[in-house]
């Protein structure tokens, strides 16, 4: 069964910046929008950010500027660039992807990826 596998996490002083990435671990057909969520530690997961089929792009409305979401259709890959990261940005990073065809005539909704973790120290 193909995941979605998230990358670019890590350690980061405040003020620095970082791109996740997201993608499927093996073939499939196409991906239609996604979103980034985080969690911190104690709390509840958040959502971050979404791109919707078709391009349009939401973001929590405190992070609108420092962070970008995009979606890469030729390669079926999601990104979140984070600028300007301060250390309350420190959490576990996840993407979903709201619809993923494995091929024409298969395909599942809301599948998460495992997670990264961004650390961002002060």
């Known amino acids: 069964q193909v995941q979605l596998v998230e990358s670019g996490g890590g350690l980061v002083q405040a003020g620095g910046s970082l791109r996740l990435s997201c993608a499927p671990s093996?073939?499939?057909?196409?991906?239609?929008?996604m979103a980034w969520y985080r969690q911190a530690p104690g709390k509840e997961r958040e959502w971050v950010a979404s791109?919707?089929?078709?391009?349009?792009?939401f973001y929590e409305t405190s992070l609108k500027g420092r962070f970008t979401i995009s979606l890469d259709n030729s390669k079926n890959t999601g990104y979140l660039q984070m600028n300007n990261l301060e250390p309350e940005d420190t959490a576990f990073y996840y993407c979903k992807a709201d619809k993923i065809y494995y091929n024409r005539n298969h395909s599942t909704m809301n599948l998460w990826g495992q997670g990264t973790q961004v650390t961002v120290s002060s």
């Open positions: 093996g073939t499939i057909f196409k991906l239609e929008g």
């Open positions: 791109v919707l089929v078709g391009g349009r792009k």
